[in-house]
């Protein structure tokens, strides 16, 4: 199995006048800046076998972004991916086919926080994601085994692999 981590792209600042956290959508540019950085991510990686989400409209929307460079990629939700913890997410990921490659977008620190476990490294030792940052574990033995990170990319790389201007 290999899981695609991918942090939602740059949303409305927390605190945001009118907007509740969870109802953040990401901001015009951070869109643009994110379908930039999708198109690298689809020239480096393969296209992923299942989509899991979390609900909240900043990552539902770079999720749906992420889908559209893979060719109608279908997303489902994954409530664990807002609110759940690391053990949540692996047992939604513990569903998906042994040799699948499962795109996850979410949000931090979870993201940093389940890489840091599928690397073999104790919790506080995540790896913050950028936002619209993704990583690539392969886990040959599946989750109960130790992951090899394959990649660890900003999203100002994937557009300059997508030829765009940092």
């Known amino acids: 199995m ?4 991918v942090r939602h792209a740059t949303a409305v600042p927390r605190g945001t006048s009118g907007v509740s956290d969870d109802d953040r959508p990401l901001t015009p540019e951070g869109k643009t800046r994110f379908l930039a950085a999708a198109r690298g991510l689809a020239r480096i990686a393969h296209r992923p076998d299942v989509l899991l989400t979390s609900p909240l409209p900043r990552a539902r929307v770079t999720a749906e972004i992420v889908a559209g460079v893979f060719t109608d990629l279908d997303l489902t939700i994954e409530p664990a991916l807002a609110r759940g913890d690391v053990d949540a997410v692996v047992a939604a990921v513990e569903n ?3 040799g699948s490659t499962v795109a996850l977008v ?8 389940l890489l840091a476990r599928l690397l073999g490294a104790k919790p506080d030792h995540g790896l913050a994601f950028k936002k619209g940052g993704v990583a690539l574990v392969d886990l040959p033995d599946g989750l109960r085994g130790a992951g090899r990170l394959v990649w660890f990319v900003e999203p100002r790389i994937l557009r300059i692999v997508a030829g765009h201007t940092a």
């Open 106 to 113: 979410g949000h931090e620190p979870l993201l940093g926080t």
């Open 2 to 5: 290999k899981l695609l981590l």
């Open 96 to 98: 998906q086919p042994a």
